[in-house]
């Protein structure tokens, strides 16, 4: 006998691997874009809808709890991926209430909101009025870079179709590695002695929040809130000039560079930082000391906490 064909209805669930996200710039706070969507890379994502409930404590003789109504709908999540070039350069201009001019993004005061696409089995999640409370951004010896957007948003629906009249192929470039892709460390304009095992970047909407009134349980508008950039480090502990920095409340550039295979990548600056929280300890026997500092971002005179440049290999002369 001649065996021939698939055999249907083999998977438990849907698989994760058919899943498909995509973004919008919103035009209008909450109002779903029609055009083209930017189709996302990811490793995974933490999305959900949950209702606030509450309860009237009615003073009665019946002994149970009094029937709970809905005040307000709460859709929040995390998209999380592996950071290559050009795959997140919208969402990382957003956070930081920029646009990309001359190849740098720098903290601005833009607000920027998304409605993000979801394809899970047969329908799709449509999420607007969104906007990024933080973005993380994560190298790490042993690892690949790393990168995730906390959202908020305005609301969630499900629908049969995609809202999108087409969809713009994500990205294919390599994923930035920690070996070769680690470009170096300045602090103050000068490379630390001993090697760097760590370093991560935090760009948060500190304040950033979603208001809610009467009427419907969706939000009716966003608070921006501001730029706060913070980070932290591990190196190797060759000797102390920068623990001196520490306690000298020195203040300066900090820039760390990561690069593709293709030799493009990003130049990411903390224009006007500290040094704070040493941590510098003996763990154990046969161990090397490895130093830890948290990074406190600080504006410029004037403004200006953090920026962002993106750069490609130079183009030999003809």
Known sequence: MAFAGATKNYAAAYQTNDTRIAFALEQQFGVTPSGAYQAARFTGEGFRQQFQRVRPEEINDIPEASQAVTTQINVSGTLSGALSFGTYDDLLAGVLGGDWQDDTAHNADLVKCWTVIERLGESWFVRNGGFIRQAQLSFSQGGFAQVSFD????????????????????????????????????????????????????????GADIDYGMGHADGCGIRPGEMLATGSMQIFFRNYELYDRFFNAQQGAITVIVRDGLGQGYEMTFLNASLQNPQINAGGKNQSVVASFNIEGNPQPGGGTFSIRRFKPAVPAA
Do not use: Y
């Not at 470039?173 to 991560?200: A, M, Q, S, Y």
């Open 151 to 206: 959202m908020a948003f305005k609301g969630e629906t499900r629908q049969g179709t995609s809202p999108a009249a087409s969809l713009l192929p994500a990205p294919t470039g390599d994923v930035i590695d920690t070996v070769k892709g680690f470009g170096g460390l300045t602090i103050g304009g000068v490379k630390p002695e001993g090697c760097v095992r760590d370093f991560k970047v935090s760009l948060q909407r500190n």
